[in-house]
């Protein structure tokens, strides 16, 4: 599973844009997630945006007034003479190749394309990108409405909603309020195959109410069977538990947990992806022994620098041919 954040768009946002012509005059972003790609950019090369409508439309463009513009002449977007067309990533190439239509059916001037993510078999679709990323793949900003997702284990806690404080997590009529009333998070637009989370079987019933209250699709859901909240605390099983569902599930390719810590474990345990809603990151297998023997190369090299220091310390004070004369 291929997967790239918020933070890694912005950075090759930067270390892109030596790839995009210089009179650009104008960004035009192909909604929704290529205005993400498009705003970036945009504000990177202080370049006027817009959308791809409003720049049929040719609405005025709008502008901050705490700052100067490259361009701060052009006052509508069909004034340009040249304009870059963008969107997040490339794969059949339909929803790209509509936009230019649309664009130069209203436009004479020049359209340069860029997706910030393409392959090898559709990079030749554009004109500009950013990175090679084959499939399967995935966005920080797509992820909960992914397709993938009914393929997926997603933890309810901290995901599709907020974690309950201490105060409501007693185990019983605060935490049946906070059943009931919980502030909805981060709601898949698609089904989920499978929703698994530690919260007790007892409470099925008002998990149930509140998930179809909210909209929330799904295929099964894995509750833990124990008596108590004090005795789940006591085996701290939270981890492992997902990690059996998500190990028995075949076609399962990815978990979303909300806590890094219970991340790395479910990751560890199954050998399977494991996405962790609080750092943003995706975790996969193999990538926990290179970070174990990155912190062993790191402490090691740290000591063989202190033992260097240490040597020549040695040496300062106490020279060899006065160690030998005495």
């Known amino acids: 599973m291929n997967y790239r954040s918020l933070n890694d768009l912005s950075r090759l946002s930067t270390a892109g844009a030596c790839q995009i012509p210089n009179d650009i005059e104008l960004v035009v972003g192909i909604p929704r997630s290529g205005m993400l790609a498009a705003s970036i950019i945009a504000l990177k090369l202080n370049i006027p945006l817009t959308d791809v409508q409003s720049f049929l439309r040719n609405d005025e463009l709008k502008k901050g007034k705490t700052r100067t513009y490259k361009h701060a002449s052009l006052t509508r977007p069909r004034d340009a003479k040249k304009i870059l067309l963008v969107d997040d990533s490339i794969c059949s190439g339909n929803s790209l190749r509509d936009a230019v239509e649309e664009v130069k059916a209203a436009f004479s001037g020049e359209v340069v ?67 009931g009333k919980t502030h909805p998070l981060f709601i898949p637009s698609v089904e989920v195959g499978h929703l698994v989370t530690s919260r007790l079987e007892k409470y099925r019933a008002q998990t149930e109410d509140w998930l179809e209250r909210h909209g929330v ?10 008596p108590t909240a004090e005795e789940r605390r006591r085996l701290n099983i939270h981890h492992k538990f997902k990690a059996e569902i998500y190990s028995k599930e075949p076609l399962a390719r990815l978990f979303i947990e909300s806590e890094k810590k219970q991340a790395i474990e479910i990751m560890s345990l199954t050998g399977k992806p494991v996405y962790c809603i609080e750092t943003n990151e995706m975790y996969r297998p193999g990538e926990l022994s290179l970070l174990k023997a990155n912190a062993v190369r790191t402490g090691a090299l740290v000591r063989t620098k202190g033992f260097t220091k240490l040597k020549a310390a040695v040496r300062k004070w106490f020279p060899a041919n006065s160690v030998r004369k005495a």
């Open 113 to 179: 394309t860029l997706a910030a993510f393409a392959e090898k078999n559709n990079r030749h679709m554009v004109d500009v990108h950013f990175e090679l990323v084959e499939q399967p793949r995935m966005f920080e900003w797509n992820i909960m409405h992914h397709p993938y997702l009914a393929q997926a284990c997603l933890d309810i806690d901290g995901v599709l909603c907020v974690d309950p404080t201490n105060e409501e997590n007693d185990d019983g009529p605060n935490y049946l309020s906070f059943l």
């Open 217 to 226: 699709r799904y295929g099964k859901l894995h509750m833990l069977d124990l």
